[in-house]
C-alpha cells in the first residue's frame, strides 16, 4: 500500500445541490458575500438554458451550488440524519457585529448563536455558521 506524502492542504470545493438554483446564489452573492467565480451552463431542455451549477469563490476554494429536482431534507438545529450538518465561514471576532447588522439587513435570521458563531439558513434550509473560533465576540481566546 502507497501512503500519500502529504496530508490534503485545503478545500477544493463544497458541494450544495439546490431546487431554486438563482435563489440560492442570490442569498450566497449578497448575504454571504462570495462572488461568482464560474457558471456551468445546464444541456437539460427543462432547464431552459439556465445554469447546471454556479461556482462562488471561498478563500482558495469554492462553494458549488447544483441544481437538482429532489426535495430538500427536514432542516432542524442539530439532526441524528447523516450528511452536510453544517458550512461554517470563518470570520474575524471583530466583524462580528457587522455580520450581525448586514443579516439584519438582509432579512437573514439568525437562528441560533453561540460565543464563537452566528447560524443563519440559507432559502433551502441548509446551516450557515459565521465563526470566529477560537475567539469568543469579545476577544478572548478559547482554551
Known amino acids: 500500500m502507497t501512503i500519500p506524502p502529504i496530508a490534503p492542504f485545503g478545500l477544493h470545493h463544497i458541494a450544495i445541490q439546490c431546487r431554486d438554483l438563482p435563489t440560492m446564489v442570490r442569498f450566497y452573492e449578497r448575504v454571504l458575500r462570495l462572488r461568482v467565480e ?26 458549488a451550488l447544483e441544481r437538482c429536482a429532489g426535495e430538500p431534507h427536514p432542516a432542524t438545529w442539530q439532526s441524528d440524519t447523516p450528511g452536510l450538518h453544517l458550512l461554517a465561514l470563518e470570520i474575524s471576532w471583530q466583524n462580528r457585529g457587522v455580520w450581525r447588522d448586514h443579516l439584519a439587513y438582509c432579512g437573514a435570521e439568525i437562528v441560533f448563536e453561540s460565543a464563537w458563531t452566528l447560524y443563519v439558513r440559507d432559502p433551502e434550509g441548509n446551516r450557515i455558521g459565521l465563526s470566529h473560533f477560537p475567539f469568543t465576540a469579545e476577544g478572548v481566546r478559547s482554551a
Open 38 to 63: 464560474r457558471r456551468w451552463p445546464s444541456d437539460r431542455p427543462e432547464d431552459r438554458g439556465g445554469d447546471r451549477s454556479v461556482w462562488l469563490r471561498l478563500g482558495t476554494g469554492v462553494v
